[in-house]
Nanobody
Framework: QVQLVESGGGLVQAGGSLRLSCAAS????????MGWFRQAPGKEREFVAR????????RYADSVKDRFSIFRDSAKKTVYLQMNSLKTEDTAVYYC????????????WGQGTQVTVSS
């Protein structure tokens, strides 16, 4: 089992920055993708970014490329999402998820953290 706990959300003005954290506990995550997703009111959950626990090239949604950065601290078992140049359309609940490298779906999720970007 894997437990994921997000933190770091809040209210920020457009153009500002936030850093989200996803603390993992439980089994080893060396064979997993760690991803960030978000869900805005009335919309489906969408992919934001992902990274393998062992490193490798991160991947980003086009909407956040060059503004967001995903990275992990293996010693702290924590994955981060650094969000810069925030826009009002980035407002959403952000979720951290974990998926086996050979799996089809993310099968572990955190409870989510709210990010609100004001104009």
């Amino acid at each position: 089992q894997v437990q994921l706990v997000e933190s770091g959300g809040g209210l920020v003005q457009a153009g500002g920055s936030l850093r989200l954290s996803c603390a993992a506990s439980g089994r080893t995550l060396s064979g997993y993708f760690m991803g960030w997703f978000r869900q805005a009111p009335g919309k489906e959950r969408e992919f934001v970014a992902r990274i393998t626990w062992s490193g490798g090239t991160p991947r980003y949604a086009d909407s956040v490329k060059d503004r967001f950065s995903i990275f992990r601290d293996s010693a702290k078992k924590t994955v981060y999402l650094q969000m810069n140049s925030l826009k009002t359309e980035d407002t959403a609940v952000y979720y951290c998820g974990a998926k086996p490298l050979t799996g089809l779906e993310y099968n572990y999720w955190g409870q989510g953290t709210q990010v609100t970007v004001s104009s």
